[in-house]
């Protein structure tokens, strides 16, 4: 696989606050990366300066092999963006704003952009100044989706779109993705980011501090664990690496650490299982471990 966003030690500073502090990451052809951390992590001042906006004070950042800030115009040929708060044109009406975006990037696909315009139930002869937040976003949706690049930077794509349009967003990123186009996805919204990503970054005051697949994050983490046995399971408050125990009858939820579950379970089968459930932490659940 070829590596299409390579970051390496990026800092940036404004005056004497260090919003980047040596931000390390990269992106292969074809991966969705999910880039999380509440307000003011520092994901936007990234992507800002992955998109040439602003120059780093340290590090590098290259797209498709060349450097973010003295080659951003011949990256921006082959790149889709849609920031979290879309500001457009008050006189064009949308579908002349979504043209006048497909044309400035040179590759966007007309039929490609009429499915669009059904799909997130958009009217495109309305004026912007009439559009709500979400319909902005909707606007700027399209016109990305409608274009065919190899990598497209969405930061909080989703921002003011009902449930709905969310999930319509989420089928089209799983088609470009199938299409082997590379996404980076800054977000808080974990489920989104917990669908989509084949890999996470948690950046948190300027640095990432956790990094991996889903999986690779997992294993630092318990998983949950609900029984039924025919005897009184009590005994687990005995066990070693059984935690948050909560008892009810024959029935007990816990946690477990990966390393002792085996020993865990040889035990219960001593009071005879009726029922075991297993689940993984959640995205949510990795991300707050970080910042509580």
Same mark, same amino acid.
């Given at each position: 696989?070829?590596?299409?966003?390579?970051?390496?030690?990026?800092?940036?500073?404004?005056?004497?606050?260090?919003?980047?502090?040596?931000?390390?990451?990269?992106?292969?052809?074809?991966?969705?990366?999910?880039?999380i951390?509440?307000n003011?992590?520092?994901?936007?001042?990234?992507?800002?300066?992955?998109?040439?906006?602003?120059?780093?004070?340290g590090?590098?950042?290259?797209?498709?092999?060349?450097?973010?800030?003295?080659?951003?115009?011949?990256?921006?040929?082959?790149?889709?963006?849609?920031?979290?708060?879309?500001?457009?044109?008050?006189?064009?009406?949308?579908?002349?704003?979504?043209?006048?975006?497909?044309?400035?990037?040179?590759?966007?696909?007309?039929?490609? /952009?009429?499915?669009?315009?059904?799909?997130?139930?958009?009217?495109?002869?309305?004026?912007a100044?009439?559009?709500?937040?979400?319909? /902005?976003?909707?606007?700027?949706?399209?016109?990305?989706?409608?274009?065919?690049?190899?990598?497209?930077?969405?930061?909080e794509?989703? &921002?003011?779109? %009902?449930?709905?349009?969310?999930?319509?967003?989420?089928?089209?990123?799983?088609?470009?993705? &199938?299409?082997?186009?590379?996404?980076?996805?800054?977000?808080?919204?974990?489920?989104?980011v917990?669908?989509?990503?084949?890999?996470?970054?948690?950046?948190?005051?300027?640095?990432?501090?956790?990094?991996?697949?889903?999986?690779?994050? /997992?294993?630092?983490?318990?998983?949950?664990?609900?029984?039924?046995?025919?005897?009184?399971?009590?005994?687990?408050?005995?066990?070693?690496?059984?935690? %948050?125990?909560?008892?009810?009858?024959?029935?007990?939820?816990?946690?477990?650490?990966?390393?002792?579950?085996?020993?865990?379970?040889?035990?219960?089968?001593?009071?005879?299982?009726?029922?075991?459930?297993?689940?993984?932490?959640?995205l949510e659940?990795?991300?707050?471990?970080?910042?509580?």
């Amino acid at each position: 696989m070829t590596k299409l966003v390579e970051v390496n030690g990026l800092q940036k500073k404004f005056g004497s606050f260090q919003a980047l502090k040596n931000i390390t990451f990269d992106i292969e052809t074809g991966e969705v990366l999910g880039y999380i951390g509440p307000n003011g992590a520092g994901k936007s001042t990234t992507i800002r300066a992955l998109l040439g906006l602003i120059k780093a004070s340290g590090g590098s950042a290259k797209i498709f092999g060349k450097d973010v800030w003295s080659e951003a115009i011949e990256i921006h040929k082959n790149l889709a963006y849609v920031p979290g708060d879309v500001y457009l044109w008050p006189n064009l009406s949308g579908g002349e704003i979504i043209d006048l975006f497909m044309k400035l990037q040179g590759s966007g696909n007309q039929a490609k /952009r009429d499915e669009l315009i059904k799909k997130f139930e958009l009217d495109p002869k309305k004026k912007a100044r009439s559009y709500s937040k979400g319909n /902005r976003q909707k606007i700027a949706l399209i016109a990305a989706l409608a274009c065919n690049v190899d990598l497209y930077i969405f930061d909080e794509p989703t &921002s003011g779109l %009902d449930p709905l349009m969310e999930s319509v967003f989420q089928e089209e990123v799983g088609r470009i993705k &199938s299409e082997g186009h590379s996404i980076l996805l800054s977000s808080h919204i974990l489920s989104e980011v917990e669908r989509l990503a084949d890999r996470v970054a948690v950046i948190k005051a300027g640095e990432i501090v956790d990094s991996g697949t889903l999986a690779d994050l /997992r294993h630092f983490t318990r998983d949950t664990y609900k029984i039924e046995t025919v005897q009184n399971p009590g005994a687990l408050q005995e066990y070693d690496g059984v935690y %948050d125990l909560q008892l009810d009858g024959n029935k007990a939820t816990f946690q477990a650490d990966s390393d002792k579950v085996q020993s865990i379970l040889t035990e219960l089968t001593k009071l005879g299982i009726k029922k075991l459930e297993s689940a993984p932490p959640t995205l949510e659940e990795l991300f707050l471990h970080h910042y509580e």
